[in-house]
């Protein structure tokens, strides 16, 4: 059964920095690209970013800067590291797992919030 748990969401000032966590189990991590999401009320959901097995990494151009995605082939996990962050960043923080070779294996997880308020 594919997990994807996310942690480290909770309430911040703007300015401020979170850092959130996504563990995955019952997939070969190493073979995924891992990616945050987010989704804001009112509005799409949209990639915030996105790391491939290589390790190359691509952000939405709202937080190039600011954030930065990490994964730790030991600890089968992924980081987002968010920085100097704004009101806009209010979100929920999804957690996905995406097999390139292989669309259909496609894995979210169950998302964090962070809100942003002063």
């Known amino acids: 059964q594919v997990q994807l748990v996310e942690s480290g969401g909770g309430l911040v000032q703007p300015g401020g920095s979170l850092r959130l966590s996504c563990a995955a189990s019952g997939i070969i991590f190493s073979i995924y690209t891992m990616a945050w999401y987010r989704q804001a009320p009112g509005k799409e959901r949209e990639l915030v970013a996105a790391i491939t097995t290589g390790g190359s990494t691509n952000y939405a151009d709202s937080v190039e800067g600011r954030f930065t995605i990490s994964r730790d082939k030991a600890r089968n996990t992924v980081y987002l590291q968010m920085n100097s962050l704004k009101p806009e960043d209010t979100a929920v923080y999804y957690c996905?797992?995406?097999?390139?070779?292989?669309?259909?294996?496609?894995?979210w997880g169950q998302g964090t919030q962070v809100t942003l308020s002063s």
């Open positions: 996905n797992a995406r097999q390139i070779l292989n669309p259909a294996l496609d894995y």
